[in-house]
């Protein structure tokens, strides 16, 4: 990669960050630090000022996602990744129903897999690219799914599988790329969780979740009941759902949380609520997204990988390249020119651009993405 294509500064980008997690986090974020630098930076979790940090964040993703009666917003440490162990240990009781098309939702199957006190997983699988809901199953207590496959740039409904309420199911979906940036209704499911690093464009290392009076109830459940052979299972106190429930209610944590995290989540939910909710937020992706699938429809060696346009996602945008054009030699060449994360997901191993579209990036940023990527492919 010796010859260097050097992009005309007017053409570039005002913010050339487009990964799909973690993500752009928009300046007013960072002044958000600033203002706190010497009030809420570097102080106790316990006390008030960080408390209200933590409040204003459930309220304010309870407005967003106009959450039902009884449903409460919850968070702990550890990022989704610690939710799906958190599932295991103190939401699913004996067998989930996994959907499956993508390195995230099998992720999410896997831990299931690995628990000793759980039953393996009925998984309904699907090629990368595709998208498939677990089917009603007899004998599950779970049904769980990724509202959003941030590996494939695919997305997938959110609605209660027939039947599951009859069979006393909860409805687990993991919404990490999602949430913040496609429609949700909250209602059709029992946990919505995700991290921060994503459409909310904060850092990693946290988790939420939007649980319902059942999900509340399984948690507190698990861990009073006693397993097949008598046995209590062992839920390691960092994987309780009871112990963050009760956390939650007072505005903590189980155990410190990164502040820094917390403040810019929270100038991004105000931000969000501000300029019109999950309506606008969505609208403004859908727009990004739109812009990206049909500059790549019109491009002679580009084109969306994902074939149903009804699956392809607007917040993580997965655009196939020719053969004849190495991938890699355009994501290196924006790199250089201060465009970043475009690559595809690596182990789905695709001659592939993903691009993140979350709220923050501005759609005028999108269309100058599209030229740079042309002007990038004429030189290269
Ligand atoms: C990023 C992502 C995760 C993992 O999130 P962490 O915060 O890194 O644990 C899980 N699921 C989906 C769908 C994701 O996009």
Not at 1 to 7: D, E, R
Not at 95 to 116: C, D, E, I, L
Not at 124 to 149: F, K, M, Q
Request: proline fraction near 6%; hydrophobic fraction near 40%; include cysteine.
């Amino acid at each position: 990669m010796s010859n260097t294509v050097v992009i005309p500064p007017s053409m570039l980008p005002e913010d050339g960050r487009f990964g799909s997690g973690p993500s752009k986090i928009r300046p007013d974020q960072v002044h958000a630090l600033e203002a706190g630098a010497t009030t809420i930076l570097g102080t106790s979790h316990r006390q008030t000022p960080v408390k209200q940090l933590v409040g204003s964040i459930r309220e304010g993703l309870a407005s967003f996602f106009a959450v039902p009666d009884g449903y409460e917003v919850v968070l702990g440490n550890g990022g989704a990744t610690a939710f799906w162990d958190i599932a295991c240990a103190s939401l699913i009781t004996r067998q989930a129903a996994f959907g499956v098309y993508g390195s995230f939702s099998a992720k999410a199957a896997a831990s299931t897999k690995s628990a000793p006190f759980l039953e393996d997983p009925v998984v309904y699988e699907a090629e990368p690219g595709s998208c498939r809901l677990p089917e009603p199953t007899e004998y599950v207590d779970a049904y769980c799914w990724a509202h959003n496959e941030t590996s494939t740039g695919v997305a997938a409904p959110v609605r209660r599988i027939e039947g599951s309420r009859e069979q006393g199911a909860l409805t687990i979906v993991d919404g990490t790329s999602a949430a913040g940036a496609l429609r949700v209704d909250i209602a059709q499911t029992d946990a919505y969780y995700f991290s921060p690093q994503k459409a909310f464009g904060s850092d990693g290392g946290l988790w939420l979740a939007i649980l319902s009076p059942d999900a509340v109830a399984r948690a507190y459940g698990i861990e009073k009941s006693t397993g097949l052979e008598g046995a209590r299972r062992w839920i390691p106190p960092f994987l309780s759902l009871k112990s963050a429930i009760e956390n939650s209610r007072k505005d903590q944590t189980l155990n410190t949380p990164a502040i820094a995290t917390l403040v810019m989540l929270e100038e991004q939910v105000r931000w969000l609520n501000n300029n019109g909710g999950m309506a606008w937020a969505t609208a403004r992706c859908d727009k990004s997204a739109s812009l990206l699938y049909r500059w790549a429809e019109r491009s002679e060696y580009a084109r969306p990988f994902v074939d149903d346009p009804a699956c392809r996602s607007h917040a993580v945008v997965t655009i196939d390249i020719d053969d004849s054009i190495n991938a890699k030699q355009i994501t290196a060449a924006l790199r250089e020119n201060g465009i970043v994360d475009t690559s595809g997901y690596r182990k789905l191993g695709r001659n592939q651009l993903r691009i993140g579209v979350f709220p923050s990036v501005e759609p005028a940023d999108v269309i100058a993405l599209t030229e740079c990527i042309d002007y990038v492919v004429e030189r290269l």
